[in-house]
T-cell receptor, first 111, second 112 residues
């Protein structure tokens, strides 16, 4: 009964470093999403995918890249981390016209 | 684009009393309105949702009301309990469940 699993749970990076956040879902959902959550701002959509091999930009895509090579996985990449990318990152998945299910987040600090 | 405003940012109520959180949206084409509860260190979890063809929906102590004319919707929690303490988010979307636009959240505190 895993649902949506995010790895890692915590990470500290130095400015300019790169990393990839992993998201896996076992519900056979078509849609997957990456959000960032900052204090007082709710959740903002970074990128999303409507199916394997497809990705699209959300509200705040700059500085991030994504890939969906397998239906169950959605990867979020930071090529050159900046302090402004310090945030909590959430992955979610859903079927069409069904609610989104969230993972428990990755807490990322950029020094 | 769509904008969702949520009020209040913090709400403190006595255990057993009712709590009401309100959201307004800007896009009249929005037709799906979910509410999520987020506990500390966890991801948001759906607690109730409503579509624009319905004015009210209830699930035990939780209810959501929608006023399409005024473009606002509200979450009502009755007989509040300590485990209701959390941050609550409203959201709105148009033709599909992706591209949800989120409110800023309400921290609900239940006082014993």
């Amino acid at each position: 009964n895993a649902g949506v699993t995010q790895t890692p749970k915590f990470r500290v990076l130095k400015t300019g470093q790169s990393m990839t956040l992993l998201c896996a879902q076992d519900m056979n959902h078509e849609y997957m999403y990456w959000y960032r959550q900052d204090p007082g701002m709710g959740l903002r959509l970074i990128h999303y995918s409507v199916g394997e091999g497809t990705t699209a930009k959300g509200e705040v895509p700059d500085g991030y890249n994504v890939s969906r090579l397998k239906k169950q996985n959605f990867l979020l990449g930071l090529e050159s981390a900046a302090p402004s990318q310090t945030s909590v990152y959430f992955c979610a998945s859903s079927s069409d016209h069904q609610p989104q299910h969230f993972g428990d987040g990755t807490r990322l600090s950029i020094l | 684009g769509e904008n969702v405003e949520q009020h209040p940012s913090t709400l403190s109520v006595q255990e057993g009393d009712s709590a009401v959180i309100k959201c307004t949206y800007s896009d009249s084409a929005s037709n799906y309105f979910p509410w999520y509860k987020q506990e500390l260190g966890k991801g948001p979890q759906l607690i109730i949702d409503i579509r624009s063809n319905v004015g009210e929906k209830k699930d035990q102590r939780i209810a959501v009301t929608l006023n399409k004319t005024a473009k606002h919707f509200s979450l009502h929690i009755t007989e509040t309990q300590p485990e209701d303490s959390a941050v609550y988010f409203c959201a709105a979307s148009g033709n599909s469940n992706y591209q949800l636009i989120w409110g800023a959240g309400t921290k609900l505190i239940i006082k014993p």
